[in-house]
């Protein structure tokens, strides 16, 4: 949510940081207190994350595009220029 909403409230990546630091310190602390160590397996890859983490990324862009887009005055200002400006048509303008 922070990668696909940082346009909206760019404050977002600092307090993901800021709750990742803290749950990195509570999981340490978990494993070293009330668990065992967990045995650890050798790979080639991250498997099927690398996929969703694209996907992601490809609906990061997407929002932002769309939240920047929607909130600032682009969008009507190209329908003003394309509708009613000097780019018009002549049948464009008796609508």
Known sequence: FTTIFVAAFPLAPLLALINNIFEIR???IKMVSLERRL?????????????ILE???VMAVIANGLVI???SDFIPRLVYRYHYGPCATSNSTSL
């Open 39 to 51: 045995v650890p397996k050798k790979t080639n890859d991250i498997g099927v994350w690398t996929r």
């Open 69 to 71: 887009g929607i909130s």
């Open 26 to 28: 509570l999981d340490a």
């Open 55 to 57: 996907a992601v990324g």
